[in-house]
Every structure is written in structure tokens, then in C-alpha cells.
């Protein structure tokens, strides 16, 4: 498996997404309480290490193999990684100004990125 593949499928690994999603909750919970320089800390350091750790030594072949796995290879292009990484401003910024619609919109945001396959051609079911 060659790096871009790595970078790719890391993104599918339950530790990855554990990291991803628990991490933006507790930003989002320091941002409430107008903490920026811990949340953007905790939003964004465990996810790099996690990342690093898992393209450097993760068993990502399962996640290759795997449905999903043959799901983000056709639809998880670096622009929609880039758009979920911008579905943290709504969520982050409602935070900030204490809106919790406006936070809804950033989960749906990056929900959206994730799901954009399935409405069309080649969903999960192939």
C-alpha cells in the first residue's frame, strides 16, 4: 500500500474517527467557554498524531478491502476532504457565538461530505 493510500484509508480507521469526532465535541465545548488557544490544541494535535500514527504504522488493508473502503475511494476526493475540514468553522464559530443552529449546520456540513456518494451512482451498496 503506497502513501497516498495510506492517507487515504487512514481516514476510515475507527481510532481516526474516534479521534476526529471527540475531539471537535471537546473544541467546540472550549470554544463555548471562549478558550481558543486549548480548543484549537485539543481540535487539531490528537488528530495529526493519530493521522501520523496510522499511515506510518496502521493495518489499513481491512479498511482498503473493506465497503467503505471501496466507497471513499471513488467519492472522498481532496476537495471533500477539504470541505469536511471546513465544517468546523460553522461548528466551531456557533460555538463561539453560542448557537447551536449554527453549530447543527456544521455537523450537517461534514455529515454531507461523508454521505455525498450515496444519493448518487456506486453508493455503499456496490
Not at 497516498?4 to 481516514?11: A, G, I, K, P
Not at 479498511?63 to 468546523?88: K, Q
Request: with cysteine; proline share 5%.
Amino acid at each position: 500500500m503506497n502513501r497516498r493510500e495510506r492517507l487515504l484509508y487512514h481516514q476510515i480507521h475507527p481510532i481516526k474517527l474516534l479521534t476526529d469526532v471527540g475531539t471537535a465535541g471537546v473544541a467546540a465545548v472550549l470554544l463555548w467557554q471562549h478558550h481558543p488557544l486549548w480548543a484549537l490544541i485539543v481540535g487539531f494535535v490528537p488528530s495529526v498524531i493519530a493521522s501520523a500514527v496510522l499511515v506510518r504504522w496502521g493495518v489499513l488493508e481491512p479498511y482498503r478491502d473493506s465497503r467503505l473502503g471501496r466507497y471513499i475511494r471513488r467519492f472522498m476526493t481532496r476537495g471533500v476532504e477539504l470541505a469536511r475540514l471546513a465544517g468546523l468553522i460553522p461548528l466551531w464559530g456557533g460555538a463561539w457565538v453560542r448557537r447551536p443552529a449554527i453549530m447543527a449546520g456544521g455537523v450537517a456540513w461534514i455529515l454531507g461530505c461523508w454521505l455525498r456518494g450515496v444519493a448518487s451512482r456506486g453508493h455503499l451498496t456496490n
